[in-house]
C-alpha cells in the first residue's frame, strides 16, 4: 500500500477545504478539489467569485485562511520555492519589465529558475508568431499575452495555471495555444484554467469546477456541462409564426413571438431540433449566442446556495 505522502506527492493539485478570508469577506470557503496527471480543469466563475484567491492560494502567496493546497505533495504555502519550479502560472494581465525585450526576460527568468530554456521558448515564440526582440512596453496586449505564455511553458512545468489566458488572442493565436496546452498534457502535464467564459475552458478543459461566491458549487464533465450552456436564439421570418411551434421544444424557454420575430433562450442540447423548427419557415434574420455565464449559473446553480450540492459530490 502507498503511503498517503505519495498518494499526494503523484497529484498535480489538491484542494483540501481550502478557505480565505480578507477582513469581512470570505473570498474562499472550503472548496476541496484534486486534478489528475494530464486533465485539464476548468474554473469557471463570475467576477469576485474567489478565482484569482484560490490562484494565489495554489501559487503560494498568499495563506490560507484555513485547509491547504499542495501541488505533487508540497504544501504550497510553507513549501512556496519548491512549488514554483513545478509551476508554469500565466496571469490575465502579465506584469512585465517594459523596457526589456523578449529574449531578455527569457535570459533574465533563466537565470533566476538556473536553467537555460532559450530554445525552447524561441521555438514557443514562432509557433506562436511572437517577435521576441521588442521592448514589451511596445507590444500589443495580445503579443505580451503571448511572452507571457512562453515565459510560463518554456521551464515545462508539470502544472500549468492559467487565468483567462486567451482573452487578448485572435483566434489562429488561441489555436495555437490549445495545441501547446495538448502537447502538455499529452506529456502528463496538468492544467488549472480559470475563467468568467465558458467557451473559453469549454474547448480545452476535461472537467469543469463551477466557483460562485467563494464555493465550488458543481463540479462536471464537460460533455455533462456542455449540453446545459444556455444560448439566446433570435429569428425573424418572413411571415408570422406561433410560439407554440418552438415552445414545445424540451428545454426550450422564454419563448416571445412578436409578429414576424422570435426569440427565446435554449439549452445546447435543444438547438439542433429548435433550428430544424426554425428552418421550417423562411428565415430572413438569425442569430444565436451563448449566454453569459453569470446567467447560466442563475439558470443551473442559481436560487438557493445548496442547487449544485449534489454535483460537488462528485469532485474527486
Ligand atoms: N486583497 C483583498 N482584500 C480584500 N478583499 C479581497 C482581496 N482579494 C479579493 N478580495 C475579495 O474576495 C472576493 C473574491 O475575489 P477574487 O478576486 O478571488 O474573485 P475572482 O473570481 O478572481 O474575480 P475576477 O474574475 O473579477 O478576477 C471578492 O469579493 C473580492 O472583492
Redesign the pocket.
Known amino acids: 500500500m502507498p503511503s498517503s505522502d505519495s498518494v499526494r506527492s503523484d497529484h498535480p493539485l489538491i484542494l483540501e477545504g481550502l478557505s ?1 478570508r ?2 469581512h ?1 470570505l ?2 470557503d472550503g472548496v476541496s478539489l484534486e486534478i489528475g496527471p494530464g486533465e485539464v480543469f476548468g474554473y469557471l ?12 492560494l495554489v501559487l503560494g502567496m ?1 495563506r490560507p485562511t484555513a485547509g491547504r493546497a499542495s501541488v505533487f505533495g508540497l504544501d504550497t504555502w510553507t513549501s512556496a520555492v519548491g512549488v514554483h519550479r513545478l509551476v508554469g502560472y500565466v496571469p ?1 494581465e502579465p506584469s512585465l519589465y517594459p523596457r526589456l525585450t523578449g529574449h531578455e526576460h527569457i535570459a533574465y527568468l533563466g537565470h533566476l529558475r538556473g536553467r537555460d530554456d532559450r530554445a525552447r521558448a524561441r521555438a514557443l515564440a514562432d509557433r506562436l508568431g511572437l517577435d521576441l526582440d521588442r521592448r514589451t512596453r511596445t507590444l500589443s496586449r495580445g503579443n505580451r499575452q503571448k511572452l507571457a505564455i512562453v515565459l510560463a511553458l518554456m521551464s515545462e512545468p508539470r502544472l500549468l495555471v492559467l ?2 489566458p486567451t482573452s487578448g488572442l485572435d483566434p489562429l493565436v488561441q489555436r495555437q495555444f490549445h495545441a501547446l496546452l495538448r502537447e502538455h498534457t499529452e506529456s502528463g502535464g496538468s492544467v488549472l484554467l ?1 475563467s ?1 467564459i465558458l467557451g473559453e475552458v469549454q474547448r480545452v478543459a476535461d472537467r469543469i469546477g463551477v ?1 460562485r461566491e ?1 464555493r465550488l458549487v458543481a463540479v462536471e464533465r464537460l460533455a455533462d456541462l456542455s449540453g446545459k450552456s444556455l444560448h439566446h436564439v433570435r429569428a425573424s421570418f418572413a411571415h408570422d409564426v406561433r410560439a407554440e411551434e418552438f415552445a414545445g421544444v424540451p428545454g426550450v424557454r422564454d419563448v416571445t413571438v412578436e409578429g414576424q420575430a422570435l426569440s427565446c433562450s435554449a439549452p445546447q442540447s435543444a438547438l439542433d431540433e429548435l433550428l430544424r423548427r426554425v428552418t421550417a419557415h423562411t428565415v430572413i434574420d438569425f442569430e444565436c449566442a451563448e449566454a453569459e455565464l453569470d446567467e447560466m449559473f442563475l439558470t443551473y446553480y442559481g436560487g438557493e446556495s445548496d442547487a449544485g450540492q449534489p454535483a460537488a459530490q462528485n469532485a474527486s
Open positions: 480565505k480578507f477582513g469577506t473570498a474562499l466563475g463570475p467576477n469576485g467569485a474567489g478565482k484569482t484567491t484560490t490562484i494565489r498568499i490575465g487565468d483567462e480559470s468568467h466557483v467563494g
